[in-house]
């Protein structure tokens, strides 16, 4: 039962399953193919060049990106059109001037004046037409203006008449996460695509381009069902999933592709826990199945090989402490493990597990193949 | 009031107050001076080997540590007295026996008969009397045996008889940290005293040696009164201490050695919104004031120097996304915040935000002297 390759390992370490990230990138392309939309993938939930290369199926772009570092390292690695999906401050466009000085089109994002503002004097000051989008609000989840808000034109305006390009609107509807099944990610898709559609029209009818409509969530881009008006579709934590999107149902618990592999340190019998070194140091401390119909705790237990172990769950995390016990909704047999045990554990949320580790090991699609040894950063 | 020394740090990124860190490292090593016990600073917190240097003043240990990768890091720096303070796993041997060959002297911790078992069996291949703790439970927090668990003396037996070296007894009241006030603490203090004095004599009472009787949590260590009978004293995150800390009463807010320097990216006036680039990647997950008297978010604003702001928080956190909003317990007036504006952000848990990061910017104790670069590790 117990894979050899794995045995070398230290524990808590990073796995990912190859087979399932091949299928969910497969799955998204296709989708976004039928839809006819261009898919731009998000980086940052994996933070790897090596998986990357798969997501952007060995091309060199269009990519998502969350941090300037993660802008710097894939362009670096070779990607050439990356668009910073969180609003630009002032004191980040010199690196934004330096990556299109080092030949990336780095698209900016921003939603007020004074960015705008601040994006257009640096476009001056380089000789750089810096492309921006302009972020939608279409659920108020969080950053955006609403599609008839009048500072969406005048925003337009700033940036396309001060030598800035006026790239397109974008949009992305967090709160999709908080809802339940398919055809609910289909509602808050049409959300998104309402929001951005009228958004390119203002802008369109103010006599400002609008070559992009750009749209997103991994929720909403599985559910969306018709993108009319809309060009690009954006996702992330599809490339591995988690819990956290199995509770919503925007994949199954067989899709997940990342786990943590961890050994069995102890027992405290009487209590009925299984003591392992996978605390939240390696699952991290995010608990986003606590507020869905199922909590799975600090996550779900599978057994080395990572088929799922019914009715566990680590119900309790210390800094490199996991305590795995019955889950409340369970009253079957449990199984029990000696010390020195190796489990998997299915994290909650992908984007903040993968972020405690420094690289991912690959067990490949191939049977037998040896691991890949796939590194990942962090940082800004 | 803007510090130019700040100016040039890409946000967000990681603040120490060294003025701050080496008045809560002196208050702890005159209370452990005063109780007559020896301070084992635990480096979990920290991952950084100039932090240690403070922390150990200049010394060579003794010190505690949640990884093999610390102690590896940290004997390789010169720390030649560590304690691994997570229950030993048989895989983990090969490096503990590594580390002695290195010159290191590593304490391992258990509390069963199968890791005793691989630990005699580990020094009897090495011929390294492997130095190992057993470990206390005196609260039901995680793991450890009680003071009277027969299991106690046979551990202890067979660790000793077997050519490891019995080193003593070790307890951590972690509930401890769900408690308010030093009078609490202190109780919880004599709770873990008790715990570990009962396990001394009992193993003594056996026949069995047991020089060292290790007791500490953060709380437990600066509420304690008296630690007659125990001999060693460990504690970690009050070298910065945090949010949770404060919310315990086991320190101030002007206590609070850490934080996260941020820049505002935008705001949603609507709902009274400022967004920040301090989102959960830079504060991390973690929300341990949620269930104390007072929610603080994801986290209290301060200005750029450091000065607390009153009324604000951190309600939310995406990615890459800080949501700064008015305290509900606040009905004051509020500052507003050009896009642009640096703050700091106090951590909700200090262990886990600088796990974030991979460097501290220290602001050192000499007015206007340039900040320190301290890098931190992680891994396993």
């Not at 606590?290 to 799975?296: E, G, I, K, L, T």
């Not at 903040?352 to 962090?378: I, K, M, N, S």
């Amino acid at each position: 039962m117990a894979d050899p390759r794995l045995t070398p390992l230290p524990t808590p370490c990073l796995l990912v399953d190859e087979t399932r990230m091949k299928r969910n990138i497969a799955r998204l392309a296709q989708h976004a193919d039928q839809l006819g939309v261009t898919l731009r993938p998000h980086l940052k939930t994996t933070k790897s060049i090596e998986a990357a290369r798969h997501v952007l199926a060995g091309g060199t772009g269009p990519a998502t990106v969350s941090t300037l570092a993660e802008a710097e390292v894939f362009a670096e690695a070779g990607i050439a059109d990356i668009l910073y999906a969180v609003g630009i401050s002032p004191d980040k466009l010199d690196r934004v001037i330096a990556l299109h000085r080092a030949g990336c089109r780095l698209t900016v994002l921003l939603d007020c004046v004074a960015q705008a503002e601040a994006v257009v004097e640096a476009a001056r000051a380089s000789g750089i037409a810096i492309p921006a989008m302009i972020e939608i609000d279409a659920d108020g989840h969080r950053s955006g203006l609403t599609p008839d808000d009048p500072e969406l034109i005048r925003v337009g305006r700033i940036l396309h008449d001060g030598g800035a390009e006026l790239s397109g609107v974008l949009c992305h509807a967090g709160e999709s996460y908080n809802v339940v099944g398919r055809a609910a990610h289909a509602e808050f898709a049409e959300t998104e695509r309402r929001a951005v559609v009228e958004a390119a029209s203002a802008l369109r009818a103010a006599g400002l381009p609008c070559p992009v409509v750009s749209v997103g969530s991994t929720p909403t881009a599985h559910g969306a069902r018709d993108l009319t008006g809309v060009t690009e579709l954006r996702a992330g934590v599809y490339v591995f999933f988690d819990l956290v999107m199995a509770g919503i149902e925007a994949c199954s618990l067989d899709d997940i592709a990342l786990s943590v592999l961890t050994t069995v340190i102890g027992h405290q019998e009487a209590r009925g826990w299984t003591i392992c070194d996978a605390g939240w140091m390696a699952m991290s401390r995010d608990r986003g199945t606590a507020n869905q119909r199922v909590d799975q705790g600090y996550g779900l237990v599978c057994d080395e090989a990572g088929r799922l172990i019914p009715g566990l769950y680590v119900k309790q995390a210390n800094q490199e402490h996991g305590v795995i016990a019955r889950h409340p909704d369970f009253d079957g047999a449990l199984p029990e493990f000696a010390v020195g045990t190796r489990l998997r554990i299915l994290p909650n949320h992908a984007c903040a597990t993968a972020a405690q580790h420094q690289r991912y090991h690959v067990v490949p699609e191939t049977p037998g193949a040896p691991l890949l040894d796939w590194p990942r950063f962090g940082g800004w």
